[in-house]
């Protein structure tokens, strides 16, 4: 049962979640008009946005929005290419930006400035995800949070999370089920404000972004 705090703070969360992707909505559309028209060309081309399947609060599946920073049929390539697969199975589900040979050169850029996440507003405003929160994972990763995974799923993913903060790709499996759960367990108002200064920080300094 919810305590009459952990309510209040829900509340609160979720109103701040509305007003900054309300806001950040409208001052992006010119970032976006730049991007579509940098994807009609080369390498590129092709939609602006990406959309992948990611696991939600409670086992709820949702679709997470990013600007498309790999070549259009990626996920085809890598399921194809077992040796491509293992790689990026054993690096905790990304691949090292220089072995990855599905990013496209303006990619590359967009996910080192983490402008490719700026899509991901969109999910914020409709409730799929919050700005303060764990990441939400592809149901491939979830063996990795074992017995875990309820408690895991028991919050609203976010956009910036604990994991980000504290070093984001540099932080690979299992460390990573342990850094998302204290967040899981230890989720407060000042808590994210704390998450939210230090991503601000990671994403000016480029940490752990690729």
């Known amino acids: 049962m919810q305590s009459k705090s952990n309510h209040c703070y829900l509340i609160f969360k979720r109103f701040v979640d509305i007003v900054v992707s309300l806001c950040a909505l409208i001052f992006v559309a010119p970032i976006t008009l730049i991007v579509w028209i940098i994807d009609q060309f080369g390498s590129n081309k092709g939609p602006v946005f990406y959309r992948q399947r990611r696991i939600g609060k409670n086992h709820k599946p949702f679709y997470i929005y990013k600007y498309r920073s790999m070549v259009v049929d990626a996920e085809e390539r890598l399921r194809k290419n077992k040796e491509l697969h293992s790689l990026y199975v054993k690096n905790s589900y990304k691949l090292p930006p220089d072995k990855d040979p599905r990013i496209t050169k303006f990619g590359r850029f967009i996910r080192k400035s983490s402008l490719d ?94």
């Open 117 to 210: 996440e700026i899509p991901q507003f969109l999910n914020i405003l409709k409730g799929d995800m919050t700005l303060i929160g764990p990441r939400p994972v592809v149901e491939e990763e979830l063996k990795e949070y074992g017995d875990r995974v309820d408690e895991f799923l028991s919050v609203t993913p976010g956009a910036m999370g604990y994991w980000q903060a504290s070093g984001r790709s540099e932080i690979a499996y299992p460390k990573r089920c342990e850094v998302e759960l204290y967040y899981v367990r230890n989720a407060s108002f000042w808590f994210d404000i704390k998450i939210l200064t230090k991503n601000i920080i990671s994403i000016f300094k480029t940490n752990g972004a690729y």
